[in-house]
């Protein structure tokens, strides 16, 4: 079954509260809206090897959740002679690929597509509070044992850690991505948390408030995965909730990958 790119884009927003929503980053980077797809890449990021997987498997679209030219707007005006931008430019346009950012609508849907898709992932579906699925009560276990099955249910190469490896941890707030200190302030707060676990942080924010807790005698752990790491489940999520919603096109999730290597 033949479809055209604008045609899955409506697919989809047709499935999601408010949608389309105007002047968001949701936008078609490359390739035209008229364009036929006949098989889709979802991924947390169109990266280099990642759109040569695309091209790889015959993939006309592929569906990123973060930007395509490395900053939030995709502004390329300022990279144009920038060598790495060139190429990455030229392989989609060579190959014809389309590339559409689906930042803004994926949390829209009601629940939010890419907490779903983490939830799922960590096997804690059960334990995500109705109406704040980013609050959720698990079973109590160590902040160092947390640590251990977060890293191995999200494929985390690293997690960096504030608060007592012995802290008990029932009461865990879901911050994915980079929403910023405030959020992840009233996440704690609000929330009541024991723990909250985070992709980015600013350094002098989050981690110090959470350090300064500690030194008052408050039981508070901090867990920081990385960015990709608490959002490329919630992309992987996208291919099985679309799949049925275009029948005869194929779906393929590929992941980015942490982009940074332990030493």
Known sequence: MAS????IIDTIYATIPGAPRAETVDTIKTGRPDQPVTRIVSTFMATYPVIERA???GAELIITHEPTFYGHLDETDWLAEDSVYQA????LDDTAIAVWRFHVHWPMHQPDGIVTGVLKQLGWEAFADGEHRGLCVIPPMSLSDLVAHLKGRLDAPLARVVGDPDLACQRVGLSVGAPGWRYQHMA???????VLVCGEVNEWETP??????VAQ?????????GHANTEE?????LAEWLAPKVPGIPITHVPAGDPFRVV
């Open 4 to 7: 055209t790119v604008q045609e």
């Open 55 to 57: 091209v790889a498997l």
């Open 88 to 91: 990455r430019r030229r392989l």
């Open 188 to 194: 704690i707060t609000k929330g009541n948390l024991d």
């Open 208 to 213: 110090e408030y959470v350090r300064d807790a």
């Open 217 to 225: 005698g408050r039981p508070l752990g901090l867990i920081v995965l």
């Open 233 to 237: 489940a919630g992309m992987a999520y």
